[in-house]
């Protein structure tokens, strides 16, 4: 039997960090979801198109593993999970105050579907003090992004927030 894990975000923009989670647990499962999630609460830089299509130029700049693949949705994430048939749900945990939220969802879900386990990677040190928004404002006052992104991403951030010439 196929064990699947569903590892979902919003991953705007998809991180290294991120990118380290995957490529960690495509060891640990026979195939990896990232799932990018649509979430209305948050404001999203870049749409969910654009993201699904970031994170797959992303897994092939970093020679991510093939049975690591990408998608999206819509619904609840266990919800989600049911539908693909999966075992668990990856989530990274960068630091403790990430460990609160992520438990009181993961015992959530577990409520909604006993069948689906939820495994916490603990994210790279290199890693642990960056997050997507993070990303976000140091690009957007023209800071380097280069060590937490790959290349298509610090590209995209560019163009997406200074237009086609790139940074000002």
């Given at each position: 039997m196929i064990k699947k894990a569903l590892y979902p975000g919003s991953f705007d923009p998809i991180t290294l960090g991120h990118l380290d989670i995957a490529r960690r647990a495509s060891h640990l499962f026979d195939e990896i979801i990232i799932a990018v999630a649509y979430n209305e609460k948050k404001k999203a830089l870049f749409n969910i198109e654009e993201r699904v299509n970031l994170i797959k130029e992303?897994?092939?700049?970093?020679?991510?593993?093939?049975?690591?693949?990408?998608?999206?949705?819509?619904?609840?994430?266990?919800?989600?999970?049911?539908?693909?048939?999966?075992?668990?749900?990856?989530?990274?945990?960068?630091?403790?105050?990430?460990?609160?939220?992520?438990?009181?969802?993961?015992?959530?879900?577990?409520?909604?579907?006993?069948?689906?386990?939820?495994?916490?990677?603990?994210?790279?040190?290199?890693?642990?003090?960056i997050s997507s928004t993070i990303i976000k404002e140091i690009a957007s006052l023209n800071g380097n992004v280069t060590p937490w992104v790959t290349d298509v991403v610090k590209n995209a951030l560019n163009e997406k927030l200074f237009g086609k010439e790139g940074k000002k």
């Open positions: 992303s897994l092939k700049e970093r020679n991510m593993p093939n049975n690591v693949y990408v998608t999206s949705y819509t619904c609840l994430t266990i919800e989600f999970a049911k539908s693909l048939n999966v075992s668990s749900i990856i989530r990274g945990l960068r630091v403790i105050s990430d460990f609160e939220f992520e438990f009181q969802m993961a015992l959530t879900n577990r409520r909604m579907d006993p069948r689906i386990e939820t495994v916490f990677l603990m994210t790279h040190e290199d890693y642990s003090y």
